[in-house]
């Protein structure tokens, strides 16, 4: 699976970076290879996360809203 990364330099130093595709899915290092180690950490955190199915019903609907 190839992710789209997006890296940023952080004002007091070090470097940040989050991944668009997983909402949430962000985290930050000293140096660009401890962001790069921390990237990996927090990508499989964010995946693996259990999520059980919701049960729906027959006039159950399902939204998507933008806030």
């Not at 921390?38 to 049960?55: F, I, Q, R």
């Amino acid at each position: 699976m190839k992710l789209k990364v997006i890296v940023h330099e952080a004002e007091e130093g070090g470097y940040w970076a989050e991944v668009p595709s997983i909402p949430g899915c962000a985290t930050q290092g000293e140096t660009f290879e401890e962001l790069l180690q921390n990237l990996y950490e927090a990508v499989e955190g964010c995946l693996s996360v259990d999520v059980s199915p919701t049960e729906m019903r027959e006039h159950d609907r399902v939204l998507e809203i933008a806030v």
